[in-house]
């Protein structure tokens, strides 16, 4: 079992900055990578980016590439998503997950954090 926490969220102007942290708990050992997924209301969770736990590998959505970083700390065993230049439409719970390798499903998720930007 993996446990993870999102901490982070909050209520952000337009143009501003907020960075996510989701700290991992438990058999991380088995961790291949991490990934954060978000969803808005009436919307389907989407994914967002992801981290392979050992070579660093990033994926971006096209949505939020040159704005947001995905990175980790891996004595801490803990993953971040800086986000820059958030726009209204980043607004959504986002979600921290973790799969165990590159052909299974993410399968250990967050409680989520919640993430608003105003216009």
């Known amino acids: 079992q993996v446990q993870l926490v999102e901490s982070g969220g909050g209520l952000v102007r337009a143009g501003g900055s907020l960075r996510l942290s989701c700290a991992a708990s438990?058999?991380?050992?088995?961790?291949?990578?991490m990934g954060w997924f978000r969803q808005a209301p009436g919307k389907e969770r989407e994914f967002v980016a992801s981290?392979?736990?050992?070579?660093?590998?990033?994926v971006y959505a096209d949505s939020v590439k040159g704005r947001f970083t995905i990175s980790r700390a891996g004595a801490q065993n803990t993953v971040y998503l800086q986000m820059n230049i958030l726009k209204p439409e980043d607004t959504a719970v986002y979600y921290c997950?973790?799969?165990?390798?590159?052909?299974?499903?993410?399968?250990?998720w967050g409680q989520g954090t919640q993430v608003t930007v105003s216009s």
């Open positions: 997950a973790s799969r165990s390798s590159s052909y299974t499903p993410y399968d250990y």
């Open positions: 981290i392979t736990w050992s070579g660093g590998r990033t």
């Open positions: 438990g058999r991380t050992f088995s961790t291949y990578a």
